[in-house]
């Protein structure tokens, strides 16, 4: 086996620096990917008089919307891995302007599905892969305070949009609302222009050592069959690494219930006789508190006390979440709608604080692109059907409470699954560790998922991540234990 090929290619995330102005751009590309497809929920009502469609039909609109923001996530990261983050995110957010502006002109329910749930929602998701993965690329030690920051952005953006957008109605109807909205998506080019890579020197042995690198890449690539190639992109062995396998099957299922509360929150509270500008303003307390949750969540999970076991603190999160939905049915005027908006900002910040901090801390951020790319395709089925499942029983029983109730439950469940799913792998680790240890005194210390060594972990520069393949000198990682 070659020499590692990563000296002289990986440096430390500075932590800071420019890494702020990269946070910054973050915050506003994930805000608009989360925010952006609840809230367009507050047009729901009337479209669907206009259409004359059922709660279900109108709901696919925000359900294709996610699912393309999650299932373009492969796509995203082969792009981040092949471009770089800059000029993903500049892309997506000129696919999301022209999916809104042409929205504008929509004549049919089928049209809106492919303007706003195709063409936006797959714009959205150029913009949040990268805005996430790049936040690894420029913070360690403060990652997890990092990821708290960015991910406010959605709650700081669903608290402006839900009363803009019911402004926008007012007066211009949500054909020039979404025309608007096509031109205000577009500031995520803005944000984008931000993402400066991290990248190796430029001199000219750099050249040169790129240049032969290049060539031997091509010899070699002709002797790899298609599966070899694809897994430079997307790393397919994650689906032999517990702990990430214990992460996708928690977070598939959670996210049958985690949308559809959102979505159907506003249309819920017009629905029991409360004006139109009070129900957008539900949406704005739940963004309010979210705002504050998710960075205070940072916070806790960067503690010594909580970071070690930090799927502990996610999969309590889940079943609050879900405990919260639960009770919802028994609010039946604004004030129980308030208190409940308020719970459901605080558990669904919590969740989002925590959402990719604990992916990574389950794969490291060799592998998170790849990891990214993989949960989000297979996390879009449920995020699809979420809403429309929602949007079929409220049609049936003509009442929003055996939505909210599938949703809490569902939910607790999956984080009741990833609590004792958590505490077995935490268990097999340490045994794990201390064979390994046993069998090997003197390099028997290993590096697994939940280990603090933060200052330990190395980027890959050049597109930000190069393909992971034994050749580099990579670490492996078999089932939460990696070998140097």
Not at 29 to 41: D, H, Q, T, V
Not at 120 to 126: E, N
Not at 193 to 214: D, H, M, V, W
Not at 251 to 279: R, T
């Amino acid at each position: 086996m070659p020499s590692p090929a990563n000296t002289g290619l990986a440096s430390t995330p500075p932590d800071g620096g420019w890494g702020w102005a990269v946070l910054f751009g973050a915050f506003v590309s994930i805000g608009f990917s989360y925010a952006f497809p609840k809230a367009i929920a507050i047009f729901f009502k009337e479209i669907q008089a206009f259409f004359g469609t059922s709660y279900s039909e109108i709901a696919w609109v925000s359900s294709i919307m996610l699912a393309t923001t999650y299932g373009g996530g492969p796509i995203s990261s082969i792009l981040v891995n092949r471009f770089g983050s800059r000029p993903v995110v500049i892309f997506g957010g000129l696919l999301c302007g022209i999916g809104m502006v042409s929205a504008s002109f929509c004549t049919s329910i089928m049209q809106l599905y492919i303007c706003v749930g195709l063409i936006s929602g797959f714009g959205l998701a150029l913009n949040l892969q990268p805005s996430v993965i790049i936040i690894g690329k420029y913070f360690l030690k403060r990652r997890p305070l990092a990821n708290g920051l960015a991910m406010a952005g959605s709650p700081v953006m669903l608290c402006t949009l839900a009363p803009l957008n019911q402004f926008l109605f007012d007066n211009f109807g949500w054909r020039g609302s979404f025309l608007i909205l096509g031109a205000i998506l577009l500031n995520c080019c803005v944000a984008g222009a931000l993402f400066r890579p991290i990248g190796p020197a430029t001199g000219p042995i750099q050249k040169e050592a790129n240049k032969e690198g290049k060539e031997t890449a091509k010899e070699e690539e002709e002797d790899k069959d298609c599966c070899a190639k694809f897994n430079q992109y997307l790393d397919c062995s994650l689906f032999k690494h517990r702990g990430f396998l214990i992460y996708l099957v928690g977070n598939v299922l959670m996210f049958l219930g985690f949308f559809a509360p959102i979505v159907f929150l506003a249309p819920y509270a017009k629905h029991i006789g409360i004006d139109e500008y009070s129900a957008a303003f539900l949406l704005s307390i739940l963004a309010i508190v979210d705002m504050f949750a998710r960075p205070a969540t940072g916070l806790i999970a960067n503690s010594k006390w909580v970071r070690p076991k930090i799927q502990y603190f996610f999969s309590f999160s889940i079943a609050f979440n879900g405990a919260c939905h639960l009770l919802c049915p028994l609010a039946s005027d604004y004030t129980g709608l308030i208190i409940y908006s308020v719970f459901f900002g605080l558990a669904f910040g919590m969740v989002c604080a925590m959402l990719f901090e604990t992916l990574m801390d389950l794969v490291g951020a060799t592998r998170f692109t790849s990891a990214v790319g993989l949960v989000t395709i297979a996390e879009c089925c449920t995020i699809l059907l979420g809403p429309p499942i929602g949007g079929t029983l409220i049609d049936t029983f003509g009442d929003y409470k055996y939505m909210f109730i599938k949703c809490g439950a569902v939910m607790v469940l999956a984080g009741t699954f990833l609590f004792i799913m958590n505490y077995y792998n935490y268990r097999m680790l340490a045994k794990e560790e201390k064979a390994m240890a046993t069998k090997d005194p003197e390099h028997g210390r290993t590096v697994n998922e939940g280990s603090n060594d933060w200052d330990r972990e190395k980027i890959q520069d050049g597109q930000e991540l190069e393909p992971l393949t034994d050749e580099q000198g990579l670490k492996k990682e078999i089932n939460g234990l990696s070998e140097a």
